[in-house]
Every structure is written in structure tokens, then in C-alpha cells.
């Protein structure tokens, strides 16, 4: 357990996954496609492991990293005139083992198939 004198030192985890979704508001029209678009690029050029989805995107690295990259999405939507962003973030980390997002999907998937018999 960490001293409680010295909170503020306390390094980030060393790795996380956070599925997150940022709301355009006040776009012109009800499909915001261009700016998931436009999300997409910059994640591909973050060099981090990212999976789009219907309703979001999971992306996974160091905790700064992947907070500085949601940073970026918005900082990049507000720089194409985008004046107001609502995000949804959900962070996950663990200390136990290394885990991607693809390894939880796969060991679902695992006992799914399972049930298939």
C-alpha cells in the first residue's frame, strides 16, 4: 500500500484499456461518420492497439498514452470546428497479468464455444 503522504507521486499504470466514445455536439447533421473518421486516422498514427466498434472505440497502451490520445481526439475535433465534445471513457487496468483487449474477447469466446456442444 502506498504512503498516504506522498499521493500526488503516485505513477499512472503501466498499461490500461479504455473504451471510449466522444459525442459531437451541435454538428450540422445527426451522423457524425466524418468525425469517427477523422478519430480512426489519428488512432492509427498513435501506433497504439485500437478496435472500432459500434458504439465507441477500445484502445489499449500506458495510461498516459491512451489518456493522451482521447486528449488528442478532442483537441484534433475542436481544431475542425467542433466547439463542444461529450466523451464517455471506461478504463480498465490490472497488476496481475497482461491482458489485452483481443484476450478478453477470446476467452469468452472460449466458453461460448462450449456451449455449442
Known amino acids: 500500500m502506498a504512503s498516504s503522504d506522498n499521493l500526488t507521486d503516485l505513477p499512472t499504470p503501466p498499461s490500461c484499456t479504455a473504451d471510449f466514445c466522444l459525442i459531437p455536439l451541435g454538428t450540422p447533421t445527426a451522423s457524425v461518420s466524418k ?9 492509427k498514427k498513435s501506433g497504439l492497439n485500437y478496435s472500432m466498434h459500434s458504439a465507441g472505440t477500445t484502445v489499449e497502451g500506458s495510461w498516459d498514452d491512451v489518456m493522451k490520445v482521447i486528449g488528442q481526439c478532442h483537441a484534433m475535433l475542436h481544431q475542425n470546428g467542433i466547439v ?30 462450449d456451449d455449442q456442444s
Do not use: M, N, P, Y
Open 35 to 43: 468525425e469517427v473518421a477523422q478519430v480512426q486516422r489519428l488512432l
Open 84 to 113: 463542444r465534445i461529450q466523451s464517455d471513457i471506461r478504463v480498465g487496468s490490472r497488476t496481475d497479468k497482461k491482458q489485452g483487449f483481443k484476450d478478453k474477447v477470446e476467452a469468452v469466446e472460449r466458453l461460448l464455444k
